[in-house]
């Protein structure tokens, strides 16, 4: 057990809608990651957050949007949803000094029909 | 940019054979490295991590990699498959300050009874 926590584990949804993934990072954590796992992409970082501002931005969609809370927890909102976003989203933190490892979470399958 | 290179999608070994999973890694700077591995349906779990002092690294489960600088490389290996070394295992880097992981794009182990 990483200590990250991840819901739904499972989502399915169609096409156009608009969903939410929460994650509870490890205690103690301030950096929040979230991650697309997909066949043809991989593993791909989508964007961090350090105690409720913003850090990096990678390969995210204009759809997806992201936001840390002051409990700082995460959420990760998708909209207009396409077949292609069904994919594997993890979440992952770490204290956010740069250096060390990520904590994944489980992750959240999400299926586009 | 740091990036990471797995040369196999897919590796097959008998079981008790020699594990051998390449990853060469570039980086404009000394980087953190990682193996992950992730099981059907699970999260990434971490296998073992190169930051600094000793290159030759020991993780979970008879898992050790070496930080070879002169080649760049950071190889995982076992000395003996067992059957439940069946899994997808990841190579990830990490430069020093840069926040995000970068992951490869995966090797696929199967232990051939």
């Known amino acids: 057990d990483s200590g990250v926590t991840q819901t739904p584990k499972h989502l399915i949804t169609a096409t156009g809608q608009r969903v939410t993934l929460r994650c509870s990072p490890r205690?103690?954590?301030?950096?929040v990651y979230w991650y697309q796992q997909s066949l043809d992409q991989g593993l791909q970082f989508l964007i961090q957050y350090y105690n409720g501002e913003e850090r990096a931005k990678g390969n995210i969609l204009e759809r997806f949007s992201a936001q840390q809370f002051p409990d700082l927890h995460s959420e990760l909102n998708l909209s207009s949803l396409e077949l292609g976003d069904s994919a594997l989203y993890f979440c992952?933190?770490?204290?956010?000094?740069?250096?060390?490892?990520?904590?994944f979470g489980e992750g959240s399958r999400l299926t586009v029909l | 940019a740091q990036s990471v290179t797995q040369l196999g999608s897919h590796v097959s070994v008998s079981e008790g054979a020699l594990v051998l999973l390449r990853c060469n890694y570039s980086?404009?700077?000394?980087?953190?490295l990682f193996w992950y591995v992730q099981y059907p349906n699970q999260g990434l779990q971490l296998l073992l991590k190169y930051t600094t002092g000793a290159t030759l690294v020991k993780g979970i489960n008879g898992f050790e990699a070496e930080f070879k600088k002169s080649e760049t490389s950071f190889h995982l290996t076992k000395p003996s498959a067992h059957m439940s070394d069946a899994a997808e295992y990841f190579c990830a880097v990490r430069g020093f300050g840069n926040e995000k992981l970068t992951f490869g794009t995966g090797t696929r182990l199967t232990i051939i009874p």
């Open positions: 992952a933190s770490d204290q956010g000094v740069g250096t060390g490892e990520l904590f």
């Open positions: 980086s404009s700077v000394p980087p953190y």
């Open positions: 205690s103690g954590d301030l950096s």
